[in-house]
């Protein structure tokens, strides 16, 4: 157990620990995800177009990049257990506020401010489970906090959606806001208190200074743009190319859920001296499946297998936070908001990559060629880290 937290009696206590912390993985996932299949009624509220309403996505995803490092430079004391209180807090209020907006402008507002404490809440819950974490397993127990968010996408997404198309998307903001003022509670009463590693401002931006951490947040922003270009695109593929009914979208988003959930157990079997190899060839891996997407969009049940395996690729998520961990000797609420804009930043260029192909007349499918040079790009940000940590190996023998 890491010095500044109360010692854990038992593995029951632990169970208990890592559902609070993947209780507000889950709701983040819900807050995320469940908004996209919900534009058209939000859109109908407030008699915008369908490319106004997407502006709530934006809103969030802005929210996201801006409250991150905010969140976790201005609590770089705080005890960890306060802060993910606060921040679950923060998830309760601003959710709640978007449930009852009356007009376009104030939900675009409070979707910006929801967007606040999201990378927040997740670097300091994955870092909290990494510090709890034995001797070498901390991408277990971050893959274990991870997997709120994969449960969400296949178990949450889909309810919330059913309560918008029945009763009012107002509703589902409301589960997502109760579910968050729930994992308050949770937090409270289960986490152990456990001290802030750092060491004041100053000493926690100079990890910035690492010459280390560049490429590997590079990996994320540009590799992980590969995921994002495929998953937005998705549904047109299914549409235009393959050419099936619209149902056959949400078994596709269920199949990517549960891909993602396999996924995030099995990369977090992952020793943590490994991290590194396995996302490089976890990268090759993502750019051969991208190209197979191609052709595969012809047929439904190997585009689902598709799906599936690029599901299963969100799993290194919590290998390249791991990564970075082991590059990074200090600054770690830094690293982890840093990462979360990172993944974020991706969610913004895959798309926009995807758009680019579209605009000029390509067929939905020839997105997997884009996402396949975003994730070789990934794979030049692995192999440029790689070389730099070799050298500063050899630096330090020598």
């Known amino acids: 157990m890491t010095s500044g937290s109360t010692q854990i009696a038992s593995g029951k206590q632990m169970v208990l620990i890592l559902i609070a912390l993947a209780m507000g993985t889950f709701t983040l996932g819900l807050t995320e995800f469940s908004v996209m299949p919900m534009l058209p009624l939000v859109a109908d509220s407030f008699a915008v177009s369908?490319?106004?309403?997407?502006?709530?996505?934006?809103?969030?995803?802005?929210?996201?990049?801006?409250?991150?490092?905010?969140?976790?430079?201005?609590?770089?004391?705080?005890?960890?257990?306060?802060?993910?209180?606060?921040?679950?807090?923060?998830?309760?209020?601003?959710?709640?506020?978007?449930?009852?907006?009356?007009?376009?402008?104030?939900i675009v507002l409070f979707r910006f401010l929801s967007g606040i404490p999201h990378g927040a809440y997740f670097g300091t819950a994955l870092l909290f489970g990494a510090k709890l974490a034995p001797e070498g397993r901390s991408t277990l127990y971050m893959s274990r906090v991870f997997t709120g968010l994969t449960i969400a996408t296949i178990v949450g997404v889909p309810v919330a959606t059913l309560l918008a198309q029945h009763f009012s998307w107002r509703w589902s903001l409301v589960l997502v806001s109760l579910l968050a003022l729930l994992t308050c509670l949770l937090l409270w009463r289960t986490l152990p208190s456990l001290q802030a590693d750092s060491q004041g401002l100053r000493?926690?931006?100079?990890?910035?200074?690492?010459?280390?951490?560049?490429?590997?947040?590079?990996?994320?922003?540009?590799?992980?743009?590969?995921?994002?270009?495929?998953?937005?695109?998705?549904?047109d593929t299914m549409l235009d190319v393959t050419k099936v009914p619209d149902y056959y979208i949400s078994i596709a988003m269920v199949i990517f859920g549960v891909g993602s959930t396999v996924g995030n157990w099995l990369f977090g079997q992952v020793r943590d001296r490994v991290v590194a190899k396995v996302t490089g060839i976890g990268l090759i891996y993502c750019t051969v499946l991208a190209l197979v997407y191609v052709q595969a969009a012809n047929n439904v049940w190997f585009l689902y297998s598709v799906v599936f395996l690029l599901g299963a690729s969100l799993g290194l998520t919590t290998v390249i936070q791991a990564m970075l961990m082991r590059v990074a000797k200090g600054g770690h609420a830094v690293i982890g908001a840093l990462l979360q804009c990172a993944f974020n930043s991706a969610n913004a260029i895959g798309p926009l990559a995807g758009s680019m192909v579209l605009a000029k007349g390509y067929a939905a499918n020839s997105t997997g060629y884009v996402a396949a040079a975003l994730f070789a790009g990934g794979f030049v940000m692995w192999f440029v880290s790689r070389v730099q940590r070799q050298r500063q190996e050899r630096l330090a023998v020598g």
């Open 203 to 235: 000493s926690d931006l100079a990890v910035l200074k690492n010459p280390l951490v560049w490429p590997i947040v590079g990996i994320a922003v540009i590799g992980f743009g590969g995921v994002f270009c495929l998953y937005t695109y998705l549904a």
């Open 50 to 106: 369908a490319a106004q309403s997407g502006h709530i996505i934006s809103a969030y995803a802005l929210g996201v990049v801006v409250g991150a490092p905010l969140l976790m430079l201005l609590t770089p004391t705080l005890n960890r257990r306060t802060a993910l209180v606060l921040f679950a807090l923060m998830i309760f209020v601003f959710n709640g506020l978007s449930a009852a907006a009356a007009s376009f402008e104030q």
